[in-house]
């Protein structure tokens, strides 16, 4: 069963730290880029960060450029977001994403994503 679960979302004090995981099964997930998105209550879904699929390139929302760091362990199929100095404006669903060209389609898989909330 190809499967993207994200885990690690919670309560968090602005200022603080908290570190999202996405375990990946059923699929070869070395051989897809991943992304993190969130969308905040009454916005659309925006992107967060990406890295391909070997880990050796990553980018990142300019909102979130020098907090966020993104990575990934394809040994343990498990892909990371360590978000730092968070903000209020940083509460939103945090959701990740396999995505790969397969016979010039774009193919994608989405986790049921985690609830973040930056609040005192």
């Known amino acids: 069963q190809v499967q993207l679960v994200e885990s690690g979302g919670g309560l968090v004090q602005p200022g603080g730290s908290l570190r999202l995981s996405c375990a990946a099964s059923?699929?070869?997930?070395?051989?897809?880029?991943m992304s993190w998105y969130r969308q905040a209550l009454g916005k659309e879904r925006e992107l967060v960060a990406s890295i391909i699929s070997t880990g050796g390139s990553t980018t990142y929302a300019n909102s979130v450029k020098g907090r966020f760091t993104i990575s990934r362990d394809n040994a343990r199929n498990t892909l990371y977001l360590q978000m730092n100095s968070l903000k209020p404006e940083d509460t939103a669903v945090y959701y990740c994403?396999?995505?790969?060209?397969?016979?010039?389609?774009?193919?994608?898989?989405w986790g049921q994503g985690t609830l973040v909330t930056v609040s005192s």
């Open positions: 059923g699929f070869p997930f070395s051989s897809y880029a």
């Open positions: 994403k396999a995505s790969r060209i397969v016979v010039g389609q774009n193919v994608a898989v």
